[in-house]
């Protein structure tokens, strides 16, 4: 009985190792939707999560995200220093970003700390 049953079963990864392989000999990307898709034509079913895995596994790496371009210029003239550039020109440095953090937990979160600083610049401003 458990014969029949490893007959009838498909090896998934195998099938999606073909299916890549066949795509790679035609020039083209194996992406886990198309590969899915491929699959599911034959009966097969496959998860995204699967279908990624065997595709490290093999060695095609998923490609690289580019950076926005304003966070890659504020990296490019603050990654020596360690600094962002803020609003109005101001450079943000990790040791103020450590500070704000302080005072955020010390006030109750993020929002709070926003919060009191809008009602401080209200404060000022009249």
Known sequence: MADAKSSKEVNKSAEIRKVAATMKNKGEKPRP???IEVLAKQGIEV??????????KM???????????????AVASG???????????STITVED????KKVAN????VDKALATLEA???FENS
Do not use: C, H, N, Y
């Open 47 to 56: 998860s995204s999560p699967q279908v990624s895995m065997v595709l490290k």
């Open 33 to 35: 939707v198309t590969i």
């Open 97 to 100: 970003l450590v500070a704000a």
């Open 106 to 109: 010390s006030l109750g979160g």
């Open 120 to 122: 401080l610049r209200k």
């Open 59 to 73: 060695g095609f790496r998923p490609r690289r995200r580019r950076k926005a371009r304003g966070a890659e210029k």
């Open 79 to 89: 990654s020596a220093k360690g600094a962002v550039r803020g609003k109005k020109g």
